[in-house]
Structure formats: C-alpha cells, structure tokens
C-alpha cells in the first residue's frame, strides 16, 4: 500500500524568505506525485504533478518540486513567499497501476509579513 | 473554477436523518471520487465510480453509499447521520493522472 509523509503540520515562513514543504511517499514502484493546495473553505487545487520525464517539475504560482527517487521524497519549494501563499497544503501519490490516490495529512503555511 | 461542481454548499440536518450530496464532473472526465475531509481525521477517500462502475473503496461507512449516473453526475448518499458525520465532503474527477476537486459541501449535523 502507498503512503504518504507530510513532515511539518505547520511551517512559518517570511515574506519573501523561501518555502520549502517536505513530503516522502513509500512505494515500491515510483508512483504518480502530486502537491495540492487549499485556501479556506475552498476545494483543493492541483500545483503541480509528476509523472513521468524530467524530475523538477514546475507548478503555478511560482512553486517547484523536484522528484527524488532515491530519497523517495516530492518536497515544495517557493523561493520567494508571498502573502497570498497562506494556505494548507497536500502531498499525493498515486500507483501507476492503480486508481487510487493517496493523501498526506497536509501541511499549514504561514507566512509572516 | 475546476469545472467539477457540488451540491449543495452547506447542508444542515439532524442526527438520524438522511441527505444526498451531487457532484458533477468536468466535461469529458469518466471517474469520480468522493472524499470526507474533517479536523481530527484529514482527507479521507471514501469511493471512486469509473463511468458508473464502483473502482475503489476506502474508508467509507456502511451508512454511507454513492453511485454514478449515466451522465456521469454522481451522488453520495449518507444515512442515520450521527455528529461525527459533520465535515466537508470533496468530489474530485479525474481524466486520467491527476484529480479536480469541487469547492465542497459542508454538512453540520445537530
């Protein structure tokens, strides 16, 4: 079965300093990742995904997130935080033969003017 | 706007009753899922409907059932609601890789 590690359920960061959220995924096959974002009382919107090609992915708004087979991990980053980053955000997984997705517990970005 | 709408926004009802909560997916997208997302317990998958086939369970409640129409709008119906079914409730379609998600339906129960 797949999981999903979100280490940090809080981060604070400020203004303009770089975010950088962490997620491992444990999986024998390199899965589908995905990163997530959710502002309150809202639904939850794709950043970015990977699945196959080039490991450094990049997403809207400015993030990034580089797949790490050998560390297993899909971390985050931002190099610059803006206000308006303030919100939850979630790691995801999914097998390339599966249909199911995988959701990591989220992690909360504060950011600090 | 992800194209993947629910209904309704806000739901509230008592302990014992019964409600259904619609999603429609974005045009063209076969496969839906439903997800309970509450404070204590994060985002939970429930179910997913491949062009009205059942394709996976997760942790979803025998009170708890959905199904997916022929045009592919689906619903997930929740019975005898106790106070810990209160949360929001996510439909995401998806083409293929990656998910959509609806903007939710908040259900309070009392």
């Known amino acids: 079965a797949q999981s999903v590690t979100q280490l940090g359920s809080h981060v604070s960061v400020s203004e303009g300093a770089l975010v950088l959220l962490r997620c491992n995924y444990s999986?024998?096959?390199?899965?589908?990742l995905f990163w997530y974002v959710q502002y309150p009382n809202q639904g939850l919107q794709l950043l970015l995904k990977?699945?196959?090609?080039?490991?450094l992915v990049k997403g809207i708004n400015g993030f990034e997130a580089e797949f790490k087979k050998s560390e297993t991990s899909f971390h985050l980053t931002k190099p610059s935080a803006n206000m308006s980053d303030a919100a939850e955000y979630f790691c995801?997984?999914?097998?390339?033969?599966?249909?199911?997705?995988?959701f990591g517990t989220g992690t909360s970005l504060t950011v600090i003017p | 706007d992800s194209g993947v709408t629910q209904t309704p926004k806000h739901l509230i009802t008592a302990t014992g009753q019964r409600v259904t909560l619609r999603c429609s997916p974005r045009?063209?997208?076969?496969?839906v899922y439903w997800y309970q997302q509450s404070l204590d317990q994060g985002l939970q998958f429930l179910i997913q409907?491949?062009?009205?086939?059942?394709?996976a369970k997760g942790n979803i409640l025998e009170r708890f059932s959905a199904q997916q129409f022929p045009d592919l709008h689906s619903e997930l119906n929740l019975s005898s609601l106790e106070l810990g079914d209160s949360a929001l409730y996510f439909c995401?379609?998806?083409?293929?890789?990656?998910?959509?998600f609806g903007p939710g339906t908040r259900l309070t129960v009392t």
């Open positions: 995401a379609s998806s083409p293929g890789n990656e998910q959509y």
């Open positions: 999986s024998s096959v390199p899965p589908y």
């Open positions: 990977y699945t196959t090609g080039a490991t």
């Open positions: 995801a997984v999914r097998s390339i033969t599966g249909n199911q997705f995988y």
């Open positions: 045009s063209g997208d076969l496969s």
């Open positions: 409907y491949y062009n009205g086939e059942e394709r």
